[in-house]
C-alpha cells in the first residue's frame, strides 16, 4: 500500500480504517507487553478516519475521513534525556515545515502576484503548522519516561490536506494554501497516500539531524521559520497586552520574547499570539 | 564551536592545576576562572569555575550563556530513583522529576488517580503525567513497592529532580 523511501520510519506500520485517535492506540498497545513487543522504532501507526482525535491540552482535531493525513509514530528516542525533548518537538516541526514548503512552492513559485505573507509557511510557536495566519496542522507528542529516559515517544500528525471547507475560519488546508491567487481554483487534489510517504522522508531526515547531535543547525532553522520571529508583534501575559518581539526559545522550550526592552521567558499558555 | 567542545574543553581545564584561561578564536572568547583558591587536582577538592561563553557572532543578540560546571564527576543521579537518606524516610525510595514541568496525576481532569497514597505499585506502571511546552510524559515506576507519600498537588509545577513520591519497596 505504502512505498517508503526511509531507513526505519514506517517499515512498520499498522493501518487502522477507522480509530478514536492513533496516539491512544499507540498508548494502548504499550501498555500491553504483548503488543509492546512489535512496535519497532518507527512504526507508523495511520488512519483514514480518527473520530477523537486529540489536540493541545484536551482539545479535539476534528478532520474530514479519508482527505487528510492522522497519523502517528512510535519513536524511541533513547539517545535523549527526558529534559531535552523540546528538541523532538522542534525536528518534527521542521520535519512537517519542509514537506509543506516542498508543496507549497512547488505550486505557487514563480507567481509574484501571491501575497507571500498569505502563503508562507511558519512554526508556531510550539509545535503547530501554520500558512499565513491559518493552522494547517498541528503535533502531539506523548512519551513514556522510565527514569530520565525516555523509553518511548509517540508522534502524533494532524495535517490538513484536501479538505475544503471547515468549521472554525482560523483552519487551513494544503489545497487550500495551494489554490492559485488569481484564479481561485484549487490547483489539484493531493493524494493523501504519496504525501504520507513524502512526509515520512523528511521527518526522518529531520529525526536523524537530531540523532546524529546537528542540535545547532536543527535550532537555526527552528527559529528562521517561527512564526513571528524577531517581529514586532502584539501578544498577551497575565500583565495584559504588549508589543514584543519573539528572541527564541531555551533550552526546555521556553518562548523568549523582548518586552520593554527585557527578556521573559513564557510556558506554553503563559502567552497568548494576538 | 559547538557547545559539547565547549564543555569538553572546561572539563580539560578543570582537570589542569591553572587557575585561569583565556581563550580567543574567530568564534569565541572565552574565560574559564576559578571561584576558590583551594588547590585542585585533589580528588576530593569541590571545585566550581565560573564559566563565562560570549560568542561575538550571536544567532540570538542579548542572550548570554551562563553556566556552572563541576569538575567532579556530575552529582546529577544517574537514574531516578536513589535511596532517600533522610532522617524519617527509612528505607523509603524516592522517585524524582526527570524533567521541569507541570505535574498531573492523572490523564484528565476527570480521569481516575494514577495512584493514591497505600496502592501497590508494579514496575512499568504509570505513576503521573509531567507536561512541558505540550510534550506530554507518563512517568512510569521503574520499582515495586507501596506508595507511602506523594509529595506535590496536582497541577502543580515541578522542578528537575524534584521528589514526587515516596515509595516503600517491596
Redesign the interface.
Known sequence: MYNFSTLFFGKSLIYLPECLSTNEYA?QMLSDKNSEKILFDGTLIITDKQTAGKG???NTWDTNPNENITLSLVLKPHFL???E??W??MVVALGIFDFVSSKITNNISNDLDNDLDNNSVKIKW??DIFIGNKKLGGI?????????NI?YSIIGIGLNINQLHFNIPTATSLVLASTNANTHTPINTYNVRVCVEELLSYLEKRYLQLKE?K??LI??EY?QNMYRYQEKAMFEDIEGTFEGEI??VDE???L?I?KNNK?HYY??KEVKFL | M???EIRDLINFIAQSPLDEVNIETDEFKINVKRNSGVPTYEKTAYVQPQVQVQPQAQ?????QVQSQVNTETPITP????SNNAGANAGNYITVKS???GTFYRSS??DSPLFVNVGDEIKV?QTLCI?E?????????A?IAGRIVKILVDNASPVE?DQPLFLVEPV
Open positions: 498508548l493541545q491540552a484536551g534525556d527526558a529534559n525533548q523540546f523532538l518537538n510550539s509545535n502531539l507528542i506523548q512519551n513514556i519516561l522510565s527514569g530520565k523509553n547531535n542540535k545547532a535550532k537555526f527559529l528572541i527564541g526546555i522550550g521556553k523568549c523582548k527578556l510556558h506554553f | 559547538k557547545v559539547e544567532v540570538q543578540p542579548q542572550v544517574v537514574a531516578n530513583v526527570p524533567m521541569i484528565k481532569p512499568g509531567i512541558a511546552m505540550k510534550l506530554f510524559n507518563e512517568v512510569e521503574e528537575y
